[in-house]
């Protein structure tokens, strides 16, 4: 399925605030790139990354200077705007560190960090879930990582935090045709119970997960039938009514929507 190697997330104990600060319209809608205290870039460092995409192409450019925000820039990608910030000498953002991880060693010490944040611009205030806004963040944030010293990178509406390797393997398979990284832009999170909930999926369809396990199922065979139904419905939608979906390998299952709240009943071995 061209994900990494699977396994069961930790818990966030309090909410991923990104930047405060970065409110215009769509910064809960951000990807955040968390660095060392004195590794976090400025704008000259930031421009140069740019320029040293992999592919020999820069995926952006930056079109505005904010005279008056202090580490704040407007970048252009693919026709679209998109503000970062909070670069040096501006004051280091509030942004807190998630606790639902992926791609990194379990002992990794990940306090403290300082992040930068990459989201939306003001003319994509009601377009921060618009898969081609998200492909355009994932795609300059995975090009700025090989040449800054990025720690980690967090994703704000499903609360995660990943791995800058892990973060760049998943989202570059997404970006050429493969699966949605649906561990890390979305988080899927056991229950007590054996059941996987979804955290994020809302941001792009409206609507959250919750899959209850066929009987004698392993937590991590939910989970793969989790990962594999979120990719199916990023690229087939969200069903109006109750409905039966292969899924190739990890066979079927039936998924009607509840009649409380924006979520999705989903039984495994239909």
């Known amino acids: 399925m061209g994900q990494a190697p699977m396994s069961l997330p930790e818990v966030e104990s309090g909410p991923f605030r990104g930047n405060e600060r970065l409110g215009r319209n769509t910064g809960e809608a951000a990807l955040s790139l968390f660095f060392r205290p004195d590794e976090r870039p400025d704008e000259a460092g930031f421009e140069t990354a740019l320029g040293e995409a992999r592919s020999g192409r820069a995926v952006a450019r930056i079109s505005h200077r904010s005279a008056d925000e202090t580490g704040r820039v407007e970048l252009l990608c693919s026709g679209m705007t998109f503000d970062v910030a909070v670069l040096t000498p501006g004051a280091p ?47 300059i944030a995975a090009s700025v990582i090989g040449p800054l010293a990025v720690q980690a990178v967090g994703y704000g509406p499903a609360q995660t935090l990943m791995e800058p390797g892990y973060f760049m393997r998943v989202s570059e398979t997404w970006l050429k045709g493969g699966p949605f990284p649906a561990l890390g832009l979305t988080a899927l999170l056991p229950n007590d119970d054996g059941s996987v909930r979804s955290q994020g999926l809302a941001h792009f369809l409206g609507q959250e997960l919750q899959v209850q396990p066929a009987s004698g199922d392993a937590p991590a065979t939910t989970l793969r039938t989790a990962i594999r139904l979120v990719d199916h419905l990023m690229r087939s939608g969200v069903p109006n009514d109750p409905i039966r979906i292969e899924l190739g390998d990890e066979g079927a299952v ?16 239909a």
């Open 93 to 139: 953002c509030d942004a807190a560190i998630s606790r639902i991880r992926y791609g990194f060693e379990p002992e990794r010490d990940l306090e403290p960090l300082q992040a930068i944040t990459i989201a939306p611009g003001p003319h994509l205030a009601s377009a921060g879930g618009m898969p081609s806004v998200v492909r355009a963040m994932c795609g």
């Open 254 to 269: 039936f998924v009607e929507p509840s009649r409380f709240g924006k979520l999705l009943l989903v039984w495994c071995g």
